[in-house]
């Protein structure tokens, strides 16, 4: 199966600030690589699919890039509402999706 | 707007078998192209994909779960339903279901239930 690792696995961070997330994959995943915030107490949202695609509705702060194995997920300015914990899926594999252990980005 | 709401007991005992289901509003899960399955979040496993139904009858599960986990659809109720048997407390967690779509491209999960938390105890 296909493990996923995220780095670092939490931030201190301030409203302004350039975030910056990775995730990894144990092997190549091409694009087939998805980000999701999660608030306390309520379930992951879609932010970014296919590596770089924005989910309608998602403000443009918020961007992904990458291809294989190394990706990123970048919040160019932090707004008060983006502290939460972001994980990133794959689903390179057609029969089974795996998750990243996530990262959680709080107040500085 | 599509919504998806879980429910089922909370609480079920070692060794037993843990149902949810999930009912779905604002779309049909007939609808062609998507998946609908289910995921648990625990502190000690973080998000872990259960498996996904398609309204055909298709299903494919964890592997490391699959042994143990049934998912199935009723159509004519819109709704679909988990079960995990012979639980223990590695078990429990919140359960969410979800949709995903079924090609390469798509395969993200887009619309998540609130979540409904599960837990084992005797």
């Known amino acids: 199966d296909i493990q996923m690792t995220q780095s670092p696995s939490s931030l201190s961070a301030s409203v302004g600030d350039r975030v910056t997330i990775t995730c990894r994959a144990s092997q190549s995943i091409n694009s087939y690589l998805n980000w999701y915030q999660q608030k306390p107490g309520k379930a992951p949202k879609l932010l970014i699919y296919?590596?770089?695609t924005l989910q309608v509705g998602v403000p443009s702060r918020f961007s992904g890039s990458g291809s294989g194995t190394d990706f990123t997920l970048t919040i160019s300015s932090l707004q008060p509402e983006d502290f939460a914990t972001y994980f990133c899926?794959?689903?390179?594999?057609?029969?089974?999706?795996?998750f990243g252990p996530g990262t959680k980005v709080d107040v500085k | 707007q599509l919504l998806l709401q879980e429910s089922g007991p909370g609480l079920v005992k070692p060794s037993e078998t843990l149902s949810l289901t999930c009912t779905v509003s604002g779309g049909s899960i007939s609808s062609r192209g998507y998946y609908w399955g289910w995921i648990r979040q625990s502190p000690e496993k973080g998000l872990e994909w259960i498996g996904s139904i398609h309204y055909s009858g298709s299903t494919y599960y964890n592997p490391s779960l699959n042994s143990r986990v049934t998912i199935s659809a009723d159509t004519s109720k819109n709704e679909f339903s988990l079960r995990l048997s012979s639980v223990t407390a590695a078990d429990a967690g919140v359960f969410y279901c979800v949709r995903h779509g079924s090609t390469s491209s798509t395969r993200f999960f887009d619309y998540w239930g609130q979540g409904t938390l599960g837990t084992v105890s005797s």
């Open positions: 899926q794959q689903s390179y594999n057609t029969l089974e999706f795996t």
């Open positions: 296919a590596a770089s």
